[in-house]
């Protein structure tokens, strides 16, 4: 079993930053990925960022210059340093974890939410 907590969400001006932080703990295999979703009002769940643990790393298009993850694996965290924010980057943001085996189990936390507004 995986637990995540995620902190460092709330309200911030366009143009503005945030940084996103999500402590794993439990089970925790040393090959794994992790990562950060988000979801929007009346959209669906969508991949910000994620980052194997290994280096290699994913962006969705809209975050890509904006967004950086990075991860520290002996503390078990990855982060989301997330710099001038959009008013349509506003939503819910959920830690993701998953580890190396094939048919492993989904981990999410319950969510931060964001906000980008004046």
């Known amino acids: 079993q995986v637990q995540l907590v995620e902190s460092g969400g709330g309200l911030v001006q366009p143009g503005g930053s945030l940084r996103l932080s999500c402590a794993a703990s439990?089970?925790?295999?040393?090959?794994?990925?992790m990562g950060w979703y988000r979801q929007a009002a009346g959209k669906q769940r969508e991949l910000v960022a994620r980052?194997?643990?290994?280096?290699?790393?994913n962006y969705a298009n809209s975050v890509k210059g904006r967004f950086t993850i990075s991860r520290d694996n002996a503390k078990n965290t990855v982060y989301l340093q997330m710099n001038s924010l959009k008013p349509e980057d506003t939503a819910v943001y959920y830690c993701?974890?998953?580890?190396?085996?094939?048919?492993?189990?989904?981990?999410w936390g319950k969510g931060t939410l964001v906000t980008v507004s004046s």
């Open positions: 993701y974890y998953k580890n190396s085996e094939r048919n492993a189990m989904d981990y």
């Open positions: 439990g089970s925790i295999f040393s090959i794994n990925v």
């Open positions: 980052m194997f643990s290994g280096g290699t790393t």
